[in-house]
């Protein structure tokens, strides 16, 4: 598949562009606060734009790094990007953040690639195809008592208390800085479910999005509903938990019981 092929050259590139810089000197700055992006951040979105571009020129474009044009709306396909998702990990030194490459057609994810350049791990799913860790089939973890569960979520979130609903009720939480890298190491079965409470945008969760859901899993909202993508506002509102779909619907009940003011 041309698309796929083509979000893995990106992805790839995109990401022997980030170790140049990684652990190594750059520019920062701060788009708001808590916020940065970096030189890579930029070098990388060029690298990815221009490869895909190159091959899909009337496709639509969404990047966190681009500014955003109302075209998009009006494609039934748009590349959905985020060149790296965990810059505030990748600005620490930390190997957690990721390239994240999707293709959305009519709002739904067909293409989703992520790469971690600093540990040498793509993902890549294909819709009604499967998704592959290195080329190796993942699969979810299949559904499991809730006290027994392995959550994956953000360091931020705990220590603000966010999850504090969470914490009696579920037998382990484990960090993961990017939102795409859980995503993909959630698809990889390293932990049974993942939740965020903060609003994520489209290109925090597209690619992901769809390596889990290829790999036997969801992602859903507060409302039990799948994300529909390319919307006129690519924020996503508070509230989203993946992983196999009847411990999705637990955590979504806790959530809606006690932390959803």
Aim: hydrophobic share 40%; with cysteine.
């Amino acid at each position: 598949m041309k698309e796929r092929d083509v979000a893995i050259t990106a992805a790839t590139a995109a990401g022997q562009v980030v170790m140049q810089y990684y652990q190594s000197n750059y520019d920062i700055r701060n788009k708001s606060p808590n916020n940065p992006v970096t030189t890579a951040d930029l070098a990388s979105n060029q690298q990815i734009q221009q490869v895909i571009k190159e091959a899909f020129p009337n496709d639509g474009w969404l990047s966190e790094e681009s500014k955003d044009s109302p075209d998009r709306l009006d494609k039934e396909r748009v590349w959905v990007v985020d060149p790296i998702d965990g810059t505030l990990e990748f600005i620490e030194g930390l190997s957690e953040f990721a390239v994240s490459i999707a293709l959305v057609e009519n709002g739904i994810p067909i293409v989703g690639v992520l790469n971690n350049p600093a540990t040498e791990e793509l993902f890549v799913a294909v819709k009604g195809d499967g998704s592959y860790l290195n080329g190796e089939r993942l699969q979810c973890l299949p559904g499991i008592t809730i006290s027994q569960v392995a959550l994956l979520v953000s360091r931020t979130e705990h220590r603000r208390g966010q999850l504090e609903g969470f914490v009696p009720l579920v037998d382990e939480l484990r960090y993961i800085g990017s939102v795409a890298y859980k995503l993909g190491k959630l698809a990889t079965g390293a932990a049974h479910a993942y939740l965020t409470v903060q609003p994520k945008n489209e290109w925090d969760i597209c690619a992901g999005d769809l390596i889990v859901r290829e790999a036997g899993g969801v992602l859903w909202d507060k409302k039990r509903k799948p994300i529909r993508y390319n919307k006129a506002n690519p924020k996503q509102p508070a509230g989203m938990f993946a992983g196999n779909s009847g411990l999705v619907e637990e955590l979504i009940n806790v959530y809606l019981q006690v932390l959803d003011d």
